[in-house]
């Protein structure tokens, strides 16, 4: 595995749970990302920090709610979620933004 | 018309054949292109990066760039069982210092299948 870190690698919640995920970096980057994947869909980028600065939030609903306190920590706060939001929630890291993305493995997230 | 755009597959090649990847893209002012392996159940890891027109060889693999056509590929050499997997391509819009700057768009990948 890549020096990104994911942690539950699998979540099951229900609809009126609220969980987080955490994602850590161990590669001395600045810029994490927060990144969907869900079947016959490609890659969508959710949130893009650098410097612990949220640089990007491509229309993301409110129900995910990110949270980056050092450049080396990022969290997905989850609340109210949907059974369309099941999917494989992956965290990315690159030296500046822009650059190279190193991929953690990614959360398996299932909503009931 | 998608941003980036790739041929879901699957594509089937023999053992020892060269494999052939195709990207396309519609923001003409796209300035990085990478292409990631993934395997089923894993995340993306990074195969290559390509900024200028031309070609980029590591090893078996060779990445092309055509930026007038909007068109980039990926070529492995000498495949191998162990190539099969999903290939993303993805297309950085931005600028350094730009908004989009740090903004991957991915294609929705082709799964790659080598048959021994």
């Known amino acids: 595995e890549t020096g990104v870190t994911q942690t539950p690698r699998h979540l099951v919640m229900g609809m009126t749970n609220k969980k987080s995920l955490k994602c850590e970096q161990h590669?001395?980057?600045?810029?994490m990302y927060w990144y969907k994947q869900s079947a016959k869909k490609p890659l969508e980028l959710m949130f893009v920090?650098?410097?612990?600065?949220?640089?990007e939030n491509n229309s993301v609903p409110s129900r995910f709610s990110p949270e980056c306190p050092n450049s080396s920590h990022l969290f997905l706060h989850l609340h109210t979620l949907q059974p369309e939001d099941s999917a494989l929630y992956l965290c990315?890291?690159?030296?500046?933004?822009?650059?190279?993305?190193?991929f953690g493995a990614g959360t398996r997230l299932s909503v009931l | 018309q998608k941003e980036v755009e790739q041929n879901s597959g699957p594509l089937s090649v023999p053992e020892g054949a060269i494999a052939s990847l195709n990207c396309t893209y519609s923001?003409?002012?796209?300035?990085?292109f990478f292409w990631y392996r993934q395997y089923s159940g894993k995340s993306p890891e990074l195969i290559m990066f390509?900024?200028?027109?031309g070609d980029k060889e590591d090893g078996r693999f060779t990445a092309q760039l055509n930026k007038a056509s909007q068109y980039v590929s990926l070529l492995i050499r000498d495949s191998q069982p162990s190539d099969s997997a999903t290939y993303l391509c993805?297309?950085?819009?931005?600028?350094?210092?730009?908004?989009?700057?740090?903004?991957?768009?991915f294609g929705q990948g082709t799964i790659l299948t080598v048959h021994p």
């Open positions: 920090y650098n410097f612990k600065e949220q640089t």
């Open positions: 390509i900024y200028s027109n």
């Open positions: 923001d003409r002012g796209s300035q990085s």
């Open positions: 590669l001395g980057h600045n810029a």
């Open positions: 993805a297309v950085n819009r931005g600028r350094a210092g730009g908004t989009s700057y740090g903004k991957l768009t």
């Open positions: 990315a890291s690159s030296q500046e933004s822009g650059n190279i993305q190193y």
